[in-house]
């Protein structure tokens, strides 16, 4: 089956805001393996509880728009092939809440190409046969969408390198991504209940949803007891393993002495002194009132503790 066009999406009477499909930046973070977005985040966008964050204006973002067209003709270039850009938004022909925005279709091939662009940082991600999971179920999902046989992405790194590689259809992983996309929107997006995932990269997106606590209580059932009862152990466990990083800190100080670096057969320690200025604000609170107020911000934050209560039982 071929992608639908955004035409007869439109004619179908479904729109292209971003908030009604899930994309191919989605893909990922639906499943839980983005290191950028979350489930829970993704949710609040599609649902409307939070704005899309809106990135256009980051450097990263232009130069990667910028220099989608020299991936292409650098592919090109080393393939000797043609590819052409494609300007529209394509859905899925069975689930039109799943859409793709591809950079370009391989001329004379059932090939979508892929225009990626990132520094030589992360060059150690593409070594080998390896490629970071964003990138993969985001093709997977172009191949869902548009029916493709096969998908190329070419790859900028930094200055130093340019790469291309090639992801085949795969009909089983396909279905499995489709699958769950499509019970990620069936049964959190459309009737606006939260993803059961929450992740530890969550606390903005909680911060975001519930800025502000109102003055009433929630009965708690058994499965919230077990939660505080993990995170008491967890902060113990936490306050131990922190001693013991302080403790072997301070073995090492002892053998350095006053010596501000030393070396092994595998590893250089350093103890130098450093000096930092800071503004002591208690001071200028005391000494210039007017001053302290005029620089001073105020930011609200919700802060999560928990206290025993069966000795008031």
């Known amino acids: 089956m ?13 729109t292209r805001d971003r908030r009604t499909f899930l994309g191919g930046s989605d893909a990922a973070a639906v499943l ?17 509880a939070l704005d899309e964050q809106n990135i256009d204006d980051k450097l990263q973002v232009k130069l990667g728009k910028r220099l989608e ?8 270039e080393k393939t000797g092939k043609k590819v052409r850009r494609v300007n529209e938004t394509l859905y899925h022909p069975q689930f039109p809440f799943l859409a793709a925005n591809i950079d370009r279709r391989v001329v004379g091939e059932d090939t ?6 990132t520094n030589s940082f992360k060059a150690k991600e593409f070594e080998g046969e390896e490629l970071p999971p964003e990138h993969i179920l985001q093709v997977v999902h172009y191949l869902a969408v548009t029916g493709a046989q096969k998908a190329e992405l070419a790859v900028l790194i930094g200055n130093q390198d340019f790469m291309i590689r090639t992801i085949e259809r795969d009909e089983t992983m396909i279905a499995r991504l489709v699958e769950k996309e499509v019970f990620f929107w069936r049964e959190f997006v459309i009737p606006k209940v939260m993803p059961n995932v929450v992740t530890k990269y ?3 997106v909680l911060q975001r949803l519930f800025p502000q606590a109102v003055q009433a209580t929630l009965a708690l059932n058994d499965d919230a007891n077990q939660l505080v009862e993990t995170l008491q152990a967890y902060q113990q466990d936490s306050k131990q393993l922190d001693g013991m990083i302080e403790q072997t800190k301070n073995e090492l100080k002892k053998l350095l002495g ?10 250089q320690v350093t103890w130098k002194n450093q000096t930092s200025t800071r503004i002591a604000s208690k001071v200028l609170r005391e000494k ?17 503790r928990f206290k025993s209560l069966q000795e008031e039982i």
């Open 32 to 48: 839980g393996l983005s290191r950028y977005r979350t489930p829970l985040q993704v949710w609040a966008e599609k649902t409307g």
């Open 288 to 304: 210039y009132p007017d001053v302290a107020a005029a620089v001073e911000k105020e930011s609200s934050t919700r802060v999560l």
């Open 202 to 204: 969550d606390d903005p």
């Open 2 to 14: 071929k992608a639908l066009k955004a035409s007869d999406v439109a004619a179908a009477g479904v």
């Open 69 to 76: 067209e020299v991936v292409a003709e650098l592919y090109e």
């Open 258 to 267: 006053d010596h501000e670096c030393a070396t092994s057969a595998r590893w």
């Open 112 to 117: 979508v190409l892929e225009c990626k662009t």
